[in-house]
Antibody
Framework: QLQLQESGPGLVKPSETLSLTCTVS??????????WGWIRQPPGQGLEWIGS???????YYNPSLESRVTISIDTSKNQFSLNLSSVTAADTAVYYC???????????WGQGTLVTVSS | QSVLTQPPSASGTPGQRVTISCSGS????????VNWYQQLAGTAPKLLIY???QRPSGVPDRFSGSKSGTSASLAISGLQSEDEADFYC???????????FGGGTKLTVL
């Protein structure tokens, strides 16, 4: 069973870069059958897709966030990461890493981590 | 405002059948498959239905999904108190070139 676990700072200052890591267990991040991605949920609100990628190199970003988002992969650690630059209070949310089997829609979700943007 | 439109709330009594709709367009539901997720309070979303009407292992057959044209529906039969949760639909959108979610429907079991 695939398992995902987010980690990173719970508090980020405005204008700085939010950085999170997702550790994958139960299978290899380089297996071609998976897509990997990030989704967030502001407090009391709905889900917003941030971006996804495939090990082959194809990367997809939410157009509304694309200028600030970078998703990268570390196969040696079976991890992938999210960097979101120039954050504001509007970026305060629970951030989930997720995986889709053969497609970009997520099948497996991490438990989520709350990131608060505040000085 | 979400590209996929869901009713903000739904309710039913134990044992009843409830349906939740998800309305989209030709660039998303009309041309791609739909997933449904259940989010219990304080937890991560869980896959409930994939590829319009398929249930992952472990999901009770009380939950069913369907799609017609540019709309999709989630039906819950034999409603139970533990079904109380937020439900989200999702699909790939060819115009936005990204994953889109519905705004979510809060299900209350009366």
């Amino acid at each position: 069973q695939l398992q995902l676990q987010e980690s990173g700072p719970g508090l980020v200052k405005p204008s700085e870069t939010l950085s999170l890591t997702c550790t994958v267990s139960g299978d290899s991040i380089s297996r071609s059958s998976y897509y990997w991605g990030w989704i967030r949920q502001p407090p009391g609100q709905g889900l917003e897709w941030i971006g996804s990628f495939h090990y082959s190199g194809n990367t997809y970003y939410n157009p509304s966030l694309e200028s600030r988002v970078t998703i990268s992969i570390d196969t040696s650690k079976n991890q992938f990461s999210l960097n979101l630059s120039s954050v504001t209070a509007a970026d305060t949310a629970v951030y989930y890493c997720a995986s889709g089997v053969g497609k970009l829609l997520p099948d497996y979700w991490g438990q989520g981590t709350l990131v608060t943007v505040s000085s | 405002q979400s590209v996929l439109t869901q009713p903000p709330s739904a309710s039913g009594t134990p044992g009843q059948r409830v349906t939740i709709s998800c309305s989209g367009s030709s660039s998303n539901i009309g041309s791609n498959t739909v997933n449904w997720y259940q989010q219990l309070a304080g937890t991560a979303p869980k896959l409930l239905i994939y590829s319009n009407n398929q249930r992952p292992s472990g999901v009770p057959d009380r939950f069913s999904g369907s799609k017609s044209g540019t709309s999709a529906s989630l039906a819950i039969s034999g409603l139970q108190s533990e079904d109380e949760a937020d439900f989200y639909c999702a699909a790939w959108d060819d115009s936005l070139n990204g994953v889109i979610f519905g705004g979510g429907t809060k299900l209350t079991v009366l």
